[in-house]
């Protein structure tokens, strides 16, 4: 168990990191506003005295303590751990490697790594049942209160601050961020699916056991099989259900065909699987 935390937590760990590196490095010096409570940050630091970095530290910390007042106990300590390591490590990293200017002059090639590397980072976070805080706990609140769309609320939510940037900006920034909100919305869900890809298997065969061996006993998964009949040929049959991730289909595969040569495989592709050895909610 202890194991199992400590490596759920570095994982997390990790990603905030990711998260917090593609916010200050990219986003923040390039004035990039594609919503989110690090959008905000940027829009509030060119009308306000106070930098992104720093205001994105209090407003985190705001949305912290509206967490633990309006959801109590079942405000997860994921999410508080995540909410101040991002919003410390951004000030933090605004205190060691201070940036007046972006890093480079290529806008577009910014743009890429101020979505891709939150956008991964937050895939990570999802797929250990954490957040990067910041509007997801406005989300958890509306969810609790409410019977508002949580995810058109959060989506027009980000939309207004990324249409602020068109009063608070030139339109040349203003444009990269609307591309900046429309390529985070894909990217996010592309990474999430990728990252919990197994393959389903549906096996027709006459001699299920020596597949159901190699299932148990080498790849340590669990199957279940059901009879059946061909519609053409009337012989017996065995179908195998089962699921796996990628590097154990490739294994399955060539045993089936090994021992099985006859055998008639369906693989499938899929990214929501709930059960003991997979997801579990």
Known sequence: MKKSIIKEYAIITVSTLIVSAGIYFFKFPNNFTFGGVSGLSVVLGRITPLSPAGINFVLNTLLVVCGFLFLGKSFGIKTIYTSFLLSGTVWAFERLVPLKIP?????????????????????????????????????????????????????????LITLSSFLVFNIKTALFSFLGLVAKSLIVDSVIEN???????????????????????????SATVCDAVGAFSHHHKYIIFTVMNRAQAVQLSRHIRRVEPNAFLLICNTSEIIGRGFHSE
């Open 195 to 221: 990252i919990n890809l197994n393959k389903y298997f549906n096996v027709i065969c006459s001699k299920p056991e020596p597949i159901l061996d190699y299932i148990v006993k080498n790849l340590n998964r």
């Open 103 to 159: 890093l480079t002059d290529e806008p577009m090639l910014e743009l890429v790594f101020a979505v891709l590397l939150p956008a991964f980072g937050s895939a990570l976070l999802f797929h250990e049942g954490a957040s990067s805080g910041g509007t997801d706990i406005i989300a958890m609140i509306l969810k609790k209160y409410t019977s508002v769309n949580i995810g058109k609320a959060l989506f027009f939510s980000d939309l």
